[in-house]
């Protein structure tokens, strides 16, 4: 409880607000503020408040915090120096990274976001420096190659100054809709299978390897977006070597790359153990249906400290002409997700034959007088529709029969035993493989769900609010590839922090740390009549925001902030 303490030195009385606790039973005076004399106080209190300006302080410190740690505007300066005049590469790509995490915005709104953050005041840099087209003419200096340059001095950095684990690594790709016009010449954006289902757009590809834990990127391939998975894992494995020999000399261990299904091939098994790497990888299940076949009896607990209801059945074999160990492994909650989809699409085959038969009811009851007629043929590729362009067998058994008006009658049955061996073969197992024949089961299976940290990456770079990589309005692909770097850059920083943050206590994931740290902001009294100069001050920390203020060592940022660390 807070309570007025009043205090007489030298004949004066001065005002204190304090808090009073008991410590080991005797009560003690545990924090205390400075008021004044009565007249001050009475001033202030006449006084009518001023006008503040409140600007972006809290996630932007911390995340600078990070950037200066990795000497990121002093790596990207090195290597693309600065021109004659003007503000340097290394602030303009810091500054797309930073804003990328926080609030996105396009480059022609990134200086009037700026003026209204700490940084503007921090950096000294006035936010007219930073228009859409002085970005774009200093990004001309910013070619491939100095961006691989860039990305490997900052890989290094992230590794000898934070202290991340590189083995094992996760290589994993994705794709982003662009919203280039067809016309418009690009090597990069192309049609593809697009992802987020948005097909009627060009799109490119993104490729990275990344930390198992924390999804921290260290190399990133930029690539067309007709060009398939496994192509790309090929085209990318010279990057890719260059990396891991950078990393191997910094840290001294041999590295293991954990990738899916998605990017095996005989070609890139033989590859990538050409090269002396060690993997992790998915198989694909229907090319191994002895596995399938054990039956659940020979499968035992992974780790049930761990994952309490995952079983694992072990086997060492050759695969793609290497000596290995498999791990298959069954997870009831996999089970249960693919029985829901497979319901699901159960119901929605059954309302569209209903449907159809509807239709094939009407035109044997009212044959129309033009129009096709109806053929099994037709009514087969309906069908194979329904089954997202698979064949409906074996697991639904159809007939059509003509009368003697050749009118054609459709009856299906779903085979209970057919379905029912599909879902015991292949629902909620997973096929690993290693050529870490000395692993168990469980660092096996550890390894490989690191590689969903990865995913995590993706599924933030794709999140409207923080760390966004879309939208992406370019027309040259030296644009695209700036584009994506920053944004990788981005993902890198919230990464880092949000390693930090968690070794620090914090429960959350990175969304709520970016918001819980947004919510500090910099409040600024403007000047007076009564108050010449400007004041500073930051809002009221909760205590969650004061253990990241003390983690991060904000208070060096602000000098307000450091009085009340007091």
Request: glycine residues 6%; positive net charge; hydrophobic residues 45%.
């Amino acid at each position: 409880m807070a309570s007025l303490v009043k205090k007489r030195k030298k004949g004066h009385d001065y005002w204190y607000v304090v808090e009073a606790r008991r410590v080991n039973g005797q009560p003690r005076i545990v924090w205390q503020h400075y008021l004044g004399t009565a007249d001050a106080i009475a001033a202030r209190a006449r006084q009518a408040p001023g006008p503040v300006v409140v600007a972006e302080f809290g996630a932007l410190a911390a995340l600078w915090a990070v950037a200066e740690r990795l000497d990121l505007v002093g790596i990207i300066d090195r290597i693309v120096p600065k021109r004659a005049q003007g503000v340097s590469i290394g602030y303009y790509l810091v500054l797309a990274a930073l804003n990328r995490v926080v609030a996105p915005r396009s480059k022609a709104q990134i200086g009037a976001w700026y003026d209204k953050t700490w940084l503007r005041p921090h950096w000294g840099i006035p936010a007219t420096a930073f228009t859409s087209q002085a970005f774009w003419r200093a990004m001309e200096a910013v070619d491939a190659d100095a961006l691989a340059a860039i990305e490997d001095a900052v890989a290094a950095a992230t590794v000898t100054r934070f202290g991340v684990p590189v083995t094992p690594l996760a290589y994993d790709a994705t794709n982003f809709f662009i919203y280039m016009a067809t016309p418009t010449p690009s090597q990069l954006a192309q049609r593809g299978h697009n992802k987020q289902k948005r097909n009627d757009l060009r799109q490119v590809n993104l490729a990275l390897l990344a930390t198992v834990a924390d999804h921290i990127p260290l190399v990133h391939t930029t690539y067309p977006g007709d060009v398939p998975d496994p192509t790309a894992f090929g085209q990318a494995l010279d990057r890719l070597d260059q990396r891991y020999r950078q990393l191997t000399a910094l840290t001294g261990d041999p590295i293991t790359l954990v990738f899916d299904k998605g990017n095996v091939s005989q070609a890139n098994m033989t590859a990538v153990w050409a090269r002396g790497w060690s993997v992790v990888s998915t198989l694909v299940p229907s090319h191994h249906q002895d596995l399938l076949a054990v039956p659940r009896t020979a499968y035992t607990p992974a780790d049930p400290a761990r994952w309490p209801d995952l079983l694992a059945y072990t086997e060492d074999r050759t695969v793609y002409g290497r000596s290995g160990r498999v791990v298959v492994t069954y997870n009831p909650a996999l089970w249960e997700g693919q029985m829901r989809g497979f319901r699901h699409q159960q119901l929605q085959m059954e309302t569209g034959i209903r449907t159809l038969q509807t239709r094939l009811a009407r035109w044997r009851a009212d044959p129309p007088r033009g129009g096709r007629r109806p053929t099994p043929a037709r009514v087969a590729a309906v069908l194979r529709r329904l089954a997202r362009g698979r064949e409906p067998g074996p697991f639904l058994q159809w007939t059509c029969t003509l009368d003697d008006a050749d009118a054609l009658t459709l009856t299906t049955q779903w085979d209970a035993a057919a379905v029912a061996a599909h879902q015991e073969a292949y629902f909620g197992k997973t096929l690993l493989f290693t050529d870490h024949t000395d692993w168990d089961p469980a660092a096996i299976i550890a390894a490989y769900r690191g590689q969903g940290s990865l995913e995590n990456g993706f599924r933030q770079m794709k999140d409207p609010h923080f760390v966004t990589f879309a939208p992406m309005f370019h027309w040259t692909d030296q644009k695209i590839r700036v584009h994506a770097a920053y944004c990788v850059l981005a993902l890198l920083l919230a990464s880092l922090l949000h390693r930090e943050a968690r070794a620090a206590g914090f429960p959350g994931g990175l969304d709520a740390l970016v918001e819980t740290l947004a919510d500090l902001k910099l409040v600024v009294d403007l000047p007076t009549a009564g108050r010449r100069t400007p004041g500073l001050r930051v809002t009221e920390r909760t205590p969650v925001q004061d253990g990241l203020v003390r983690h991060f060592q904000l208070a060096k940022y602000h000098a307000a902030l450091a009085r009340t660390e007091g």
